[in-house]
């Protein structure tokens, strides 16, 4: 097989490391012979990969006790719907939309009550200045998207919202850097991008915002249910907890989320410096919110667009095309891109360049 660098937004590459342990251990656990994907939910095996999954994301996030780990299902566009579900309880909402996905946010939650933007990028370059927000001292949180997937923006800092909570959508930047978990009341993350694979969608949520859920919210998305059940009101996504539990293995092999900001930091660094180098190929986010995990960038002569895809494919290094409401090139390069994915990259944007000119 031929060497390759995934470079996709998600699905999304994972560790070699990990996917070779999985298959080690694929067709009998620790001695159990069978599968986790074969494994009771409620056994005592798996049960233990769970306990052991939730502690190691634990030390790697440093969750404060008050706050409830749930893995559930429906990703992170189920959890759209389901955080207004959760947590208006007759109140409003703010919302800050600096991208795509917060803007899907905000039409996701908008049929369960009052919904008011409170700040809006124009274009989804940059995050509005804190002072430009038209916060409401009585909403019942504050909705923002720390990392925008697809415009590749991303929060350098946190507003202060005073008692309001923070709702922050993480997905694609989750574990790539040390967060403070007590600055927010609920943290949410779909596993395909910086986690493990899809099926799994992560909720960190404070211990007091457990008591505010609307009549009808749904057994298996009624967050003081699931915790009280450790996540298991239903049958959780087994095998994706199971892999997302190896990855957290990896990442406290790697040091922990300090060490891997150091790599994220010099893996953007090398491709933003690049791509500032010359004019033949432009990213156009404000440089304090460009994100390290999504990068997109366009070529100075989009009629070049196919023949860059063909030729960077050629070289191993895959999905790379933009996203369709963007267009352009987005590099993605999540926890488990290895640095030598980057420099490969900007390599062969070099040799493109040169010979375009
Ligand atoms: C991918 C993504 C989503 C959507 O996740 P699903 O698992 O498809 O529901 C939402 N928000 C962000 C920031 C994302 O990157």
Not at 148 to 177: K, Q, W, Y
Not at 327 to 337: D, E, K, T, V
Request: hydrophobic residues 45%; charged residues 20%; glycine residues 8%.
């Amino acid at each position: 097989m031929a060497k390759i660098y995934n470079f996709s937004a998600g699905p999304a590459v994972l560790p070699p490391s990990v996917l070779k342990r999985a298959q080690a251990e694929m067709l009998d656990w620790h001695g159990t012979g069978m599968s986790v994907m074969e494994m009771s939910h409620r056994g005592k095996a798996f049960l233990s990969i769970l306990a052991k999954t939730e502690a190691d994301l634990r030390t790697l996030l440093n969750v404060p006790d008050h706050y409830k780990v749930l893995f559930l299902q429906g990703g992170a566009i189920a959890e759209n719907a389901m955080i207004p579900l959760n947590l208006l309880n007759g109140k409003s909402a703010d919302y800050v939309v600096t991208g795509s996905w917060s803007e899907r946010s905000v039409k996701e939650a908008k049929m369960f009550g009052e919904i008011n933007v409170v700040a809006k990028s124009q274009p989804f370059h940059y995050v509005p200045d804190f002072a430009s927000w038209k916060l409401n001292k009585d909403a019942a949180y504050l909705h923002i998207c720390t990392n925008e997937t697809i415009d590749g923006v991303e929060f350098d800092a946190l507003p202060n919202a005073g008692n309001v909570p923070i709702v922050a959508d993480m997905s694609s930047h989750i574990l790539s850097r040390p967060i403070d978990v007590s600055q927010y009341g609920v943290i949410y993350a779909g596993a395909q991008k910086n986690i493990g694979p899809a099926g799994l969608c992560l909720v960190i949520v404070r211990e007091d915002l457990l008591n505010q859920a609307a009549p009808i919210v749904p057994g298996v998305f009624h967050w003081k249910a699931q915790s009280e059940n450790q996540s298991m009101v239903n049958t959780p996504p087994t095998y994706a907890i199971y892999i997302a539990g190896l990855v957290f293995e990896w990442l406290l092999e790697q040091g922990g989320v300090e060490v891997i900001e150091q790599q994220n930091i010099a893996k953007a660094s090398l491709l933003y410096d690049y791509i500032d180098s010359t004019d033949f190929y432009r990213n156009d986010i404000l440089v304090r919110h460009r994100s390290r995990m999504n990068i997109p960038f366009f070529l100075k002569d989009e009629s070049l667009n196919d023949d860059f895809l063909a030729g960077a494919e050629a070289n191993g290094l895959l999905q790379l095309k933009g996203h369709r409401s963007v267009g352009g090139m987005r590099a993605s390069i999540y926890n488990a891109m290895p640095f030598a994915g980057v420099q490969a990259l900007v390599e062969f944007m070099q040799s493109f360049a040169q010979s375009h000119q």
